[in-house]
Structures are given as structure tokens and as C-alpha cells.
């Protein structure tokens, strides 16, 4: 970009990146109340300014239709992933967006291989698919209740079979090829982890009893999760040393103030959309001509009066038209090929 917000935006999100192969201790590594200097007043201008940005690239996206994009967003109870979501995507448009809410499975889902269900909702290209939870519950929830084993019908015996201690090994290395697999194909990965501290899970849920409105959002079985808060630790620290790859890196969200958890999530998104610099497509010269045709016709029907192609009245530049119909294009410099 020459505006250089790529380069801003790459710099701002750099420190919530789990480097590839790094040794992660959750509570060590990572502060939850990370706020970067910032002020509230500054972060609801850089929101809005994100959120423009994705629904800029989010159109370039849906009209090269070569790419798409999968955001993981993980959290515990009351992480704020639902507002996130809400927040983040204000601006785009929801034809090209889809989010999936993974809860327990079903019967249904419980007679395929445990990543079956996320298959079925991946983006077709040029859309964004979000996943409220994701295939990592398959390695944090089923890892910290290890007997919701039981009910995926596995194996008992064999080599590589089972329900034995190398499954999480395992069930890493498989996420991991499989997201490989989904970024050689042109399906970007970006995995985003809202990291929320002890106290202020408390006061969420405090929150969630006191207020009416809220009531709703409040489960008695939350309460009991967060008696399990060490393995949980556990087990994201386990996930994000085993699973942030190079082609599909995890992004650690400071997520105990809601304003910056959603700068850094929009922030994430548009550098992973940057990253892919999707390029509107280039009208072939016959079709040029026919368009060429069409729009004299057009100017030919105007009012008395009235001026022939009133956006070109308004927009002089734009008679200097390229083959895709728009304003001349400088060369862009050669990007490197991802996945």
C-alpha cells in the first residue's frame, strides 16, 4: 500500500503474534489488560478506520474470487467473542460473510471425524467465514474433558487409533495439515484468541446476573468451567505452542477491555486481507468494446437537459478509463505467493 498502512497495521498487530515453533506459557507471555498506550477516545477512531478497510478489501475479495478467508475466534465464557464479531464485520457486507456458531455437537456430527463439521462450513472463494469456537474446541474443551471422548466413537485398538496419550499429538498435527491444506488452496487461516483475565471473566458474569437484559447470557454451567480456569490455561498454552504455524499463525488478543480486543481483532483481519492484496479483475478488451457501446447508448437516452453520464460530470478522471473501466493503475510491485 502506498499510504503505508500495511506496514502500520503489520507493526500493530506484530506483538499478539505467537511466533511458530516458540514454547507459549499463557499467563507469562501474555497480558490480558495490553492496551499499547492507547486511549479509549483514539480507539474508536482506528475502529472505524479498520472497519473500513475490511469492507474495502472484503469487496476486492468478493470480485477476485480466487481467495478466501477463515477467522478462528476463540475465547473462554464471557471473552466477548459474540461482540467481536458484531463490532469488527459492522461494515461489510453480509452476503460475503458467514459465521458459524459450533455448540455441542450432534448425533449427526458425532458420526464423522471430528473436523467433518467445520468442513462443511468453510468459505467458498471470495466469501469470509467466521467460526464462533472452531475446530480447536477439538483440543481445549474435549482436552480438558477428556471423557466427551467417549461419545466420538473412536477406535479402541490399532496403531495410531484411540483414545491414547499421543492424541493430542496427534489432533495438532492433523489441524495443522489440514489448515495447510485449506492455504495451499487459496483459504487463508487467521486464528484469533481472546485472552481474558480471571478477574474479569468474574466481573462479566457478575455483570451478566445483575442486569435483567443480560440474564439470558448467564449459565450456572460457566460458573463451573471457570473451576477448571488452570486447565484451561493448560491447554490454550498447549495449543498455541503446538499449533501457530507459519501459514496459519495464532493472534493472542488482549481481551480485558472490549474497545482495544476489537481494534486488534479488525486489525488482524485487515493484515491478513492486506496480506492477500485481492485485485479487482481486468475486463478483457472485447468486453471493453462492448461496454464502450453500451455506455454511448445510455448517454444517448439522457433528458433534455440533462447531462449524458452524470458521474463522469462529477468525476472528470474517470474518462481516463484502464481495460477494468475504473482509473489508470500504476504497475503494482510483484507479491510474494502465500500458503
Known sequence: MSDGRAERIAEFVEPLRVEPGSRVDLERDFDPRYKSGMKKREGVELLRIGVSLLAEYQTRLAAQDTYGVVLCLQALDAGGKDGTIRHVMSGVNPQ?????????????????????????????????????????????????????LLRQHLPEHGPGRGVGDDIWDRRYREINRWERHLTDNGFKVVKVFL????????????????????????????????????????????????????????????????????????????????????????????VRKDLLVAKRGLEQEAPAGAPSDPYAARHPSSEQAGPHGGKKRGK???RRKHG
Open 96 to 148: 460475503g460473510v458467514r459465521v458459524s456458531s459450533f455448540k455441542v455437537p450432534s448425533a449427526e456430527e458425532l458420526d464423522h471425524d471430528y473436523l467433518w463439521r467445520y468442513a462443511q462450513r468453510l468459505p467458498a472463494r471470495g466469501e469470509i467465514a467466521i467460526f464462533n469456537r472452531s475446530h480447536y474446541e477439538e483440543v481445549l474443551v474435549v482436552r480438558v474433558h477428556p471423557e466427551f
Open 195 to 286: 485472552n481474558l483475565s480471571k478477574e474479569e471473566q468474574r466481573i462479566r458474569f457478575l455483570k451478566r446476573i445483575d442486569l435483567p437484559e443480560k440474564n439470558w447470557k448467564f449459565s450456572a454451567a460457566d460458573v463451573r468451567e471457570r473451576s477448571r480456569w488452570d486447565d484451561y490455561q493448560k491447554a490454550f498454552s498447549e495449543m498455541l505452542s503446538a499449533t501457530s504455524t507459519r501459514w496459519a499463525p495464532w493472534y493472542v488478543v488482549p481481551a480485558d477491555r472490549k474497545w482495544f480486543a476489537r481494534i486488534c481483532a479488525a486489525a488482524v483481519l485487515a493484515h491478513t486481507l492486506m496480506e492477500i492484496d485481492p485485485q479487482y479483475p481486468d475486463v478483457p478488451p472485447e
Open 332 to 334: 503494482r510491485k510483484k
